[in-house]
């Protein structure tokens, strides 16, 4: 299975400033998924990132508020712009490789 | 839509006891996964079911998959205190070209001594 490495694992940030999440994977894949975790709730995709094309969001989730890059098969980042209070969470990359779900260890987020 | 559920949402169990966790999903799906989350922690992998009828065990946790009722187990037999931690099922959703993984609820669980 593929081995993920994101940062930062934690910041605490003020609101109405921005923060950029990195994923940097061991092997190259097609995709790369990104995923909200909000206290005490499930995990909640975001969206996908292919390599090449711009990022599918999911409903609920804007550009605007998350924009990702995928500028390679091993790389992504997402960013939270604007943040407010409401968007502290964890935030997941995950890839899948060979029918293998793997999942970065989190970027822990608290918006003062 | 493909949705997932998972029941009970909260499970508090002493330990010795068996008990079983149910995940049910809403549109076809071949395969299924179990994950394991410690507080503060990513998603440690547990199971990959793979066809109908798969069943795989590891220690006190055995995982059972049946793609036609569209139906997971989790069992857990003679529960330890290591092993409480939130459980989540995720199935992928076929129905798209990214086989995004969606998730359940989750099911916290506490064993208590």
């Known amino acids: 299975s593929a081995v993920i490495s994101q940062k930062p694992s934690r910041d605490i940030c003020q609101r109405g400033t921005s923060l950029t999440i990195q994923c940097q994977v061991d092997?190259?894949?097609?995709?790369m998924f990104w995923y909200r975790q909000q206290p005490g709730q499930s995990l909640t995709l975001i969206a996908t990132?292919?390599?090449?094309?711009?990022?599918?969001?999911e409903s609920g989730f804007v550009i605007d508020k998350f924009p990702i890059s995928r500028p390679n098969l091993t790389f992504s980042t997402l960013t939270v712009s604007n943040m407010s209070p409401e968007d502290s969470s964890i935030y997941l990359c995950s890839v899948e490789l060979f029918g293998d779900y793997t999942f970065g260890s989190g970027t822990r987020l608290t918006v003062v | 839509e493909l949705k997932v559920e998972q029941n009970p949402l909260f499970l508090s169990m002493q330990e010795g006891k068996n008990y079983t966790i149910y995940c049910n999903y809403s549109?076809?799906?071949?395969?299924l996964y179990w994950y394991r989350q410690d507080p503060g922690k990513s998603l440690e992998s547990l199971f990959v079911l793979l066809s109908n009828g798969a069943v795989k065990q590891e220690g006190r946790l055995m995982a059972s998959l049946d793609t036609k009722a569209r139906l997971s187990t989790l069992h857990i037999t003679a529960a330890v205190h290591d092993l409480s931690a939130t459980y989540f099922c995720?199935?992928?959703?076929?129905?798209?070209?990214?086989?995004?993984?969606?998730f359940g609820t989750g099911t916290l669980l506490a064993v208590q001594p």
């Open positions: 995720a199935v992928p959703d076929m129905g798209g070209a990214t086989n995004k993984l969606i």
């Open positions: 990132a292919n390599q090449g094309s711009e990022a599918t969001y």
């Open positions: 092997s190259q894949v097609t995709m």
């Open positions: 549109t076809t799906s071949d395969r």
